[in-house]
């Protein structure tokens, strides 16, 4: 069993930054990848960035390439997700999730666990 709590939500304004973060409790977080994904409201959950369990491998949806970037400190238990340039548009529940599976980690179906989400309100 993995669980994770994110952090670092909140308001911003348009063109601000935000960084969320992921505390994971168990002792094989270093063999999960890692994701967060997104969901908007009357929007369904959308994938936004991943990493390996490395660290080595990172993946990124089209619409934040260049604007977000993933990271992971597996002594620490934690993954992270730097949110630059921010858009209205990235108003969202963000949610972290663990996954063991050999899926590409860009898609819910690769993730076993699931935080409860932390709000982006991103303000025009």
């Known amino acids: 069993q993995v669980q994770l709590v994110e952090s670092g939500g909140g308001l911003v304004q348009a063109g601000g930054s935000l960084r969320l973060s992921c505390a994971a409790s168990?002792?094989?977080?270093?063999?999960?990848?890692m994701g967060w994904f997104r969901r908007a409201p009357g929007k369904d959950r959308e994938f936004v960035a991943a990493?390996?369990?490395?660290?080595?491998?990172?993946y990124y949806a089209d619409f934040v390439k260049g604007r977000f970037t993933i990271s992971r400190d597996n002594g620490q238990n934690t993954v992270y997700l730097q949110m630059n340039s921010l858009k209205p548009e990235d108003t969202a529940v963000y949610y972290c999730?663990?996954?063991?599976?050999?899926?590409?980690?860009?898609?819910?179906?690769?993730?076993?666990?699931w935080g409860q989400g932390t709000q982006v309100t991103v303000s025009s």
């Open positions: 999730a663990a996954g063991g599976s050999s899926m590409l980690p860009t898609i819910v179906r690769a993730f076993d666990y």
């Open positions: 168990g002792r094989t977080f270093s063999r999960y990848a």
């Open positions: 990493i390996g369990w490395s660290g080595g491998r990172t």
